[in-house]
């Protein structure tokens, strides 16, 4: 994988490369790195994706909108966009953050990925990154299902206890285990009306929380 090959994929030529470089490139690796355009790229992805879901979900009313978009601008989908743009072959890392992995580890990817955002709203303009990221976000987009399915597992256990008038869930880490870019998380979910505790696991003690919801949810249901 080249910086080449990679912009070829993401559809877009850059006038200025040294922006796709510098998008890459990592606190760890020097002075010039990807923090500030990443700080752009945030604001910029969040702005495209709200714009296609105001355009696509004209039924939805704002509090669907926002948990859609979260979703969709998460950690979690910004990692796996990255891996399948293969981000982390072209990543300049610090030697520390080389030896643990760090071309590996989600929120590495996921920066990086906002951060390349940033670059072609800098290179090109609003359209010309929202063009992007549309058409990267194309398959996720038809896999969204609007309304209350959508809302992920901690938003629907909270809802179901409130709705009952029950007290709300505790999350609770037990542990993590694994190498810096490659830890495995266990959340505890303790409800105590009625008694109920679930575990979950997961990349992310986020995830290892829904995961532990999601199970909390299947259980009450049952």
Request: aromatic content about 6%.
């Amino acid at each position: 994988m080249t910086l080449s090959q990679l912009a070829a994929t993401l559809g877009h030529t850059f006038a200025k490369p040294e922006l796709l470089r510098t998008a890459l490139t990592h606190r760890s690796y020097g002075s010039l790195h990807n923090e500030r355009l990443e700080f752009l790229g945030d604001s910029v992805l969040n702005c495209v994706i709200a714009n296609s879901l105001f355009a696509r979900h004209i039924e939805l009313p704002e509090g669907d909108l926002s948990r859609l978009r979260a979703n969709l601008v998460c950690q979690d989908a910004l990692h796996q966009l990255a891996l399948s743009l293969k981000i982390g072959d072209l990543l300049l890392l610090g030697e520390g953050e080389l030896k643990s992995g760090g071309h590996q580890r989600p929120s590495i990817l996921a920066d990086a990925l906002e951060a390349v955002f940033g670059a072609i709203f800098l290179d090109a303009g609003f359209d010309a990154a929202a063009t992007t990221i549309n058409r990267l976000y194309a398959p996720l987009f038809t896999q969204l299902k609007p309304g209350g399915v959508n809302k992920d597992p901690k938003t629907r256990l909270q809802e179901w206890l409130q709705g009952r008038k029950k007290p709300l869930p505790r999350y609770q880490l037990e542990e993590a285990t694994g190498a810096a870019h490659d830890q495995r998380f266990s959340v505890l979910c303790e409800i105590d009306n009625p008694p109920l505790r679930t575990t979950g696991t997961g990349t992310s003690r986020r995830a290892a929380e829904q995961a532990a919801a999601d199970n909390a949810l299947k259980a009450l249901k049952a």
